[in-house]
Structure formats: structure tokens, C-alpha cells
């Protein structure tokens, strides 16, 4: 089994990479590739969307990164094979972005990204450090995570989504902030599992033995 880590120079990928790979070698769950090779991403069984930085700079590299983005549109909604997005990586698969400038994303979950408007004054924007994950449905890559546990975010933007369902985890900042966004093969993190500890690494190995 071959896990495809989406590199369209949107981030540093080293931690994500050392995650994964251990999480597919202690738990025997095949081989994990940072690659920005569109045949790589079109053969691999699952796929991992990361990203840092502003929505509309996101979707514009990926969008022109030499066929990438066309081979993960294919091999997620015509092949049906688990995706996984971190970060501005989740927020891609909303409809639309608000940051900077109204941005299409890739439509797959029924939600907006805007700016984090936290209720209490008091808390800054970006929402960064470690926040407790609330959550609202249960899930096969959530297996053996429960409400409470910790997670670390770093993001001035949030998803706000249309279809509760399509909502599988929040937290508390001056008010619920999506962490956790799912539907049919594809599921998005707000925060990096990459650096959320036990917790995360959890959910990486969920991620990597889940069979939609």
C-alpha cells in the first residue's frame, strides 16, 4: 500500500513525513512518499493534502504544480481512494475561501472559510498552541480518540460547514472553531497531527488502516 504526501511546495513537509512513516512501519500499513510527481499521486491507494500559508496562495500552487491537481481530483472522486487534508489542506476541500480574496476550493465538503472572530475580545488570532477537540460524531479515524484530548492548531481562518453531518469535531476558542470535517472517502484535520502527540499519531495510523 502506497501513501502519497502531496508536495506542491506549500510547507515544510519533514515532520508530516517522519509521522506518517513511523505510524506505517509500527503498525505494518505500507510505504510513505513525499512526492510532487502527478503519476505517483494518480497510482498511490491514499492520499495526504497538506499546506501552510494563505488559502488563495495554496489552491493557486496547487492548481498549477504539473498535473497534481488533476490526478488527486481523479484518484479521490472517480477512484474513490481515502484523502486526507491538514491544515489549509482541509480547508481546500471547502467550496470557498474569504482570505485576502473570495477563492474556489475543491467543493467537496459544503462549507466557507473564513476569518476566526472569537467572541472574547481578549483571545488573538492566529488560534495557535494546544486546544481540546470536541467530539460530535464518531468515525473510523477518530477510533480510541474522545472528547478532551489535546491537539495542536496554528490558523487565522476556519471552515464554517453548511452540513452539520459533514462536522466531526470542534473546539473552543470564543466559540466552536471546526477541527475535523468528513464526508464519504475523505476527511480533513484544522490541526497537524503531525505535532498533536499521542492523540495525533492515532489518528495518522487511523488514517493510514482505514478501508471507506
Known amino acids: ?41 494518480a497510482k498511490a491507494d491514499r492520499l495526504v493534502l ?38 489549509v489542506g482541509m480547508q481546500l476541500m471547502a467550496r470557498v475561501g474569504h482570505e485576502y480574496e473570495e477563492t474556489p476550493g475543491l467543493g467537496w465538503i459544503d462549507g466557507e472559510v473564513q476569518r476566526i472572530t472569537p467572541a472574547d475580545a481578549s483571545l488573538k488570532v492566529p488560534h495557535m498552541g494546544w486546544n481540546d477537540l470536541v467530539i460530535d460524531t464518531a468515525h473510523p479515524v477518530l477510533d480510541g480518540i474522545e472528547t478532551g484530548q489535546h491537539a495542536y492548531f496554528v490558523h487565522s481562518y476556519q471552515m464554517r460547514v453548511c452540513a452539520p453531518a459533514q462536522r466531526l469535531a470542534h473546539v473552543d476558542y470564543g466559540g466552536d472553531v471546526t477541527a475535523i470535517v468528513a464526508r464519504d472517502t475523505m476527511i480533513g484535520f484544522q490541526f497537524h497531527p503531525e505535532k498533536s502527540a499521542d492523540a495525533g499519531l492515532r489518528m495518522i495510523a487511523n488514517f493510514l488502516g482505514w478501508k471507506p
Open 50 to 87: 497538506p499546506g501552510d500559508g494563505a488559502f488563495p496562495a495554496c489552491q493557486k500552487a496547487l492548481t498549477g504544480a504539473s498535473g497534481i491537481y488533476d490526478a488527486m481530483v481523479e484518484a479521490v472522486e472517480q477512484k474513490g481512494r481515502p484523502f486526507l487534508g491538514i491544515c
Open 1 to 41: 500500500m502506497l501513501t502519497a504526501i502531496i508536495d506542491y511546495e506549500s510547507g515544510n513537509l519533514h515532520s508530516a513525513e517522519k509521522a506518517f512513516q513511523k505510524m506505517a512501519r509500527d503498525h505494518d500499513l505500507g510505504t510513505v512518499v513525499i512526492t510532487s510527481d502527478a503519476d505517483v499521486v
